[in-house]
């Protein structure tokens, strides 16, 4: 069954550093999307991306966050300098349609700012 | 602006007892309501959802939710539940074709044997 796929799992760094988060879409996908999870608290919106270019974006995805998909297949998650804050696991997900509502999600990246 | 609340964070329930997860919504617009279920080192699936018709849904491992507009509620329930069923539940809520969600909080149910 065709899945989303996420790497790294686990990422660790240092504050101030840059991380790109990579995520490979079901392949039919043509509407794709990150989320992240704070420990403890909800699942939310970061940002949506169609036709090579953000559809929408939340208050949180500041200048500091990017998103690109450089080629057929990846979609990937850029934080340039990375704060405290950004400690959350990071779910990438993708859609063929927008009318369901029904997002895959892959199985999430952690990342811990030090 | 849309809102989903789940009241309860752990539900801890025995093995085949029944068990109810809440959620509740607040929108202005007409919603799609999820629920979606992440078991441990897993990713977030989807369990079940309601875009019209039947305002009670079904999944294919016994859980089943209601949705109820004058109460603004999305409840999720299953009459007796398994150790398996143990995992993290979300209640989700989306403006129709924009597909993003807003998630609440989730639940853990936690099943013991």
């Known amino acids: 069954e065709p899945e989303v796929t996420q790497t790294p799992s686990h990422q660790v760094t240092q504050m101030g550093q840059e991380v790109i988060l990579r995520c490979v879409p079901i392949?039919?996908?043509?509407?794709f999307y990150w989320y992240r999870q704070i420990l403890g608290q909800k699942v939310e919106f970061l940002v949506s991306f169609y036709n090579n270019e953000i559809s929408e974006k939340s208050e949180i995805f500041d200048d500091q966050f990017s998103v690109e998909r450089p080629d057929g297949s990846n979609f990937t998650l850029k934080i340039r300098s990375t704060k405290l804050e950004d400690s959350a696991m990071y779910f990438c997900a993708s859609t063929s349609s927008r009318a369901t509502g029904e997002l895959f999600f892959g199985e999430g990246s952690r990342l811990t700012v030090l | 602006a849309q809102s989903v609340t789940q009241l309860d964070s752990q539900v801890p329930v025995f093995e085949e007892a029944p068990v109810e997860l809440r959620c509740n919504y607040s929108s202005s617009v007409s919603v799609y309501l999820f629920w979606y279920v992440q078991y441990p080192n897993q990713g977030l699936q989807l369990l079940l959802k309601?875009?019209?018709?039947?305002?009670l849904v079904e999944s294919i491992n016994g859980f089943e939710a209601e949705f109820n507009k004058s109460q603004t509620s999305f409840h999720l329930r299953k009459p007796s539940v398994h150790i398996s069923d143990t995992a993290e539940y979300f209640c989700?809520?989306?403006?129709?074709?924009?597909?993003?969600?807003?998630f609440g909080k989730g639940t853990k149910l936690s099943v013991k044997p």
């Open positions: 392949s039919n996908h043509l509407y």
């Open positions: 989700a809520v989306s403006r129709g074709s924009q597909g993003n969600l807003i």
């Open positions: 309601y875009l019209s018709g039947s305002t």
